[in-house]
């Protein structure tokens, strides 16, 4: 069955340590990829996407993410944590152009100060 | 530019009762997403229109959930009657065309009681 994995439900980092989420996907072809956020109270943002093209991805607030067709992987990454960066973010996947997204389950963050 | 706008942020509904959530997306996207996510789960697709028609209704869990978009707009969806395992965030998202960026509504908190 089609899927979308975030392996670590909870994470916590101190302030300005490096992060890394991970996110596995399966499906037979490459979809569209996403990484969202939820702060608190908030709905959701987008960090960035994926489509196509140069596998290394720069999206707001210093994040980035690289996607991995060998490992069906698209881990977002930031090299210095802000305590602002507490939330939750969410890996998210697009079949086909207009179709629907399907979500992981989510990667809390946690930073300690 | 508005974003997408959920309303009622917040709705506390008995069971058996009937709650109609709204969603305004934004101006001239055709395409508007249903999406719910229930405690400890994913976030799950429900429906898509594009413009006034239903262009997938796959993730509706059944028949109690009715959506509409009249005339193309603003977007409801209403539980009738609603049970216990309805309780979750359900959020709206709107984009222009096959291929665009989902955004996302901040979502409304249902509990079902």
């Known amino acids: 069955a089609q899927s979308v994995t975030q392996p670590d439900i909870h994470i916590t980092v101190s302030e300005g340590a490096s992060l890394e989420l991970r996110c596995n996907y399966s499906?037979?072809?490459?979809?569209?990829l996403f990484w969202y956020v939820q702060s608190p109270g908030q709905g959701l943002q987008l960090l960035l996407k994926y489509f196509s093209g140069d596998t290394l991805v720069q999206g707001i607030k210093g994040f980035e993410a690289e996607f991995k067709r060998s490992q069906s992987s698209f881990n977002l990454r930031k090299p210095s944590v802000h305590w602002s960066d507490a939330a939750e973010y969410f890996c998210?996947?697009?079949?086909?152009?207009?179709?629907?997204?399907?979500f992981g389950g989510g990667t809390r963050l946690m930073v300690k100060p | 530019e508005a974003g997408v706008t959920q309303f009622p942020s917040h709705s506390v509904i008995e069971k058996g009762q009937t709650v109609t959530l709204r969603c305004d997306p934004i101006s001239g996207h055709d395409n508007l997403y249903w999406y719910r996510r229930v405690m400890g789960k994913e976030i799950k697709f429900l429906l898509h229109f594009v413009k006034e028609s239903k262009q997938d209704e796959s993730g509706m869990p059944n028949n109690r959930f009715l959506a509409e978009r009249t005339g193309g707009t603003y977007s409801t969806l209403k539980v009738q009657p609603a049970e216990l395992e309805d309780s979750g965030v359900y959020f709206c998202a709107s984009s222009q065309g096959p291929g665009s960026t989902q955004y996302f509504g901040p979502g409304t908190r249902l509990t079902v009681l």
């Open positions: 998210a996947v697009e079949l086909n152009a207009g179709n629907m997204l399907t």
């Open positions: 499906y037979g072809a490459t979809p569209y």
